[in-house]
């Protein structure tokens, strides 16, 4: 169903890039304009890591707490960002900063959205919306082909060492997790294909004797994979947080691998609005972004209690639920490569086709390094 979403959203797509064509004049894999940008109070050497830097254990870029400071635009702002959920731990900086007041901070009037990505990806090629808080999925990548600045501008996370969301696989009689083989078993996810996960999934098959073309997918409700996976309904699943815990430790269960350490695979996607027409917008959005994870997300912070209790109430969820898993490591820088390594993953699971697009027509780092003050 899900694969069925994305293809009717890339039509869509194709259907306004005919309709708004000529409100879309130069090339439109082109860079952000040049811009002056300022050293940064409380954003040093810290606050940027290299983007080729892989390593699991890479530190994430951090300023100070409470920076950067806000640069208010001169006339405010009403700005429109599309998100999955409200209720997921990786939505928490935004309603956070929401809450907080650091979007009002920089004369940004913020209104959070709940609409799936296929439905947003058109209003954001229309400017009906301004960002998405998503990523970039093959549905994406499908609309920057077709002709639109669509852009992943900003990271969300990346999963903690001790984290286990990800690929879970039902042992067979007498099988240990290390000879798995995992051609030709299920997979039951609630997500589908076109997802993000199927960069990981693909790491992870690889070295199990899979690939993304070699098992069977069963698309389950959010509420049914562990059922299905407990029941035998299906051999394997990717499990999130927290319902991993639910497995871990348990005989007769592995886990085959879940998100890279170091590496976000989602975060801020922003049209030709912010991108071009409103780079100013662009670049405060991010700023107060930025500085509510300096802030309240730039450790563990779940070991405050307080602030537990806070995040639970803000997300409507229950404290006991956040504390059952480690502390996200968020993270706004994007890393080099990505996705061309996701673009790799969903041409091996058929919703991609044609040649890779380049980074330079999904990725724009300049936004978050002007609010952090880093000169490339």
Known sequence: MRTLRCLV??????LVATACSAQHSGDP?????PRTVRPVAGCGKASWTDPADLSP???PARCSAGRPAPVPLAERRKI????????????????????????KAEGLDVTLKVLPTPDALPLLAKGDIDAMWAAPEAAVMNGVRGGFDIKWVAGNFSPAPGSRSGLWVRLKDGESAAGVRMAGRTLGTMIGKGSVIAYPMQKALASHGGGLDRIRYQQLGSADVLTALRNGGVDSAWLLDPVWRQVT???GYAFLGGQPQGEPLGGMLYG??????DVDAGVALLRAYIRTVDTYFAGDYKADGT??????????TDPAILRATPPMRMDWEIRAGTTTRLQAAYRAQGVESGSPLPE???VDRALYEEAVGHRP
């Open 9 to 14: 959203a890339t039509a869509a797509l194709a």
């Open 29 to 33: 894999g082109a860079a952000t304009a």
């Open 57 to 59: 254990t890479r530190s």
């Open 80 to 103: 429109t960002i599309a998100t999955g959920t409200l209720s997921a731990e990786y939505v928490a900086p935004l309603e956070v900063a929401l809450d907080k007041g650091e979007f």
């Open 249 to 251: 430790g348990r005989a």
């Open 272 to 277: 030709r609005t912010l991108l071009n027409d």
């Open 307 to 316: 602030f537990v209790a806070y995040l639970a109430k803000l997300l409507k």
């Open 360 to 362: 330079s027509r999904t």
